[in-house]
């Protein structure tokens, strides 16, 4: 993300900010896009130290609902999908405010508006089948995306603003190791097999399941088929949301 533009990030006031906080962090996709945009120090924080550990210094293991900072230590608490990933996500809205003296930012998807095309006939139905399978199973609000402004008001935070910012991502030749791998998990169903308990925590019965994993396998092998002639490409486009608050 952010290779194309960061218009959508300049209600963050990156430029004023001496001290940020990026939370649930990760590798640091979007720690090391901060760090390009201010002076000031971005610390990174998440709960899986296997992952902090390509984030870059400074970084902090810690709770995202529980952080591990006195009040007021940053000017910018900012996450990038993670609250989608939250049962309670006004808790950890609240305890960013708590810690922040200026602004709070989220960017999150609502994965119920992607959109995929493709020259492989199948994959654009059968993506919208299997999310939809998975939407229903999933037990947390993956959907967010501009709802967290309701976040952000029920955890008495000013809405500043709401900015749209659509992750484009583009499969052509040459093909990547990235999209090699990912059309083999296609071919073989290992995704599906992976969000198997979750689609089966909605409606979907086995039998069901097992329909379209075999459908998910035969588009697959379409896919590794016409990568072999250099003729595959998909363009997948996930909306994002930028919201940002004010400590009042």
Request: net charge negative; aromatic share 6%.
């Amino acid at each position: 993300m952010w290779t194309d533009s960061r218009e959508a990030l300049s209600d963050l006031q990156l430029g004023e900010c001496e001290r940020v906080l990026d939370v649930g962090c990760g590798t640091g996709e979007l720690t090391r896009v901060l760090r390009e945009e201010t002076d000031g120090t971005v610390v990174g924080l998440d709960a899986d130290t296997d992952l902090l550990a390509a984030a870059g210094d400074p970084t902090v293991c810690g709770d995202a609902t529980q952080l591990p900072f006195d009040d007021d230590s940053f000017d910018l608490v900012v996450c990038q999908a993670l609250l989608i990933n939250l049962p309670d996500p006004e808790v950890a809205v609240r305890e960013f405010a708590r810690v922040a003296t200026d602004r709070v930012a989220a960017i999150e998807p609502n994965n119920a508006a992607v959109t995929v095309e493709s020259t492989v006939d199948a994959e654009p139905m059968l993506a919208r089948r299997a999310r939809r399978l998975f939407l229903d199973g999933v037990r947390t609000d993956v959907t967010l995306g501009s709802d967290a402004a309701d976040v952000f008001s029920d955890a008495e935070l000013t809405v500043v603003s709401t900015t749209q910012y659509d992750q484009e991502q583009q499969i052509e030749p040459p093909y990547d190791d990235a999209a090699m791998q990912a059309a083999r998990r296609k071919a073989t169903g290992t995704g599906l097999a992976h969000d198997r308990e979750t689609i089966l925590n909605g409606e979907a019965t086995p039998a069901e399941y097992d329909a379209l994993r075999e459908r998910w396998r035969s588009m697959g092998r379409d896919v590794v088929e016409q990568m072999q002639d250099e003729a595959y490409e998909r363009h997948e486009t996930v909306p994002f949301f930028v919201t940002v608050g004010e400590i009042p």
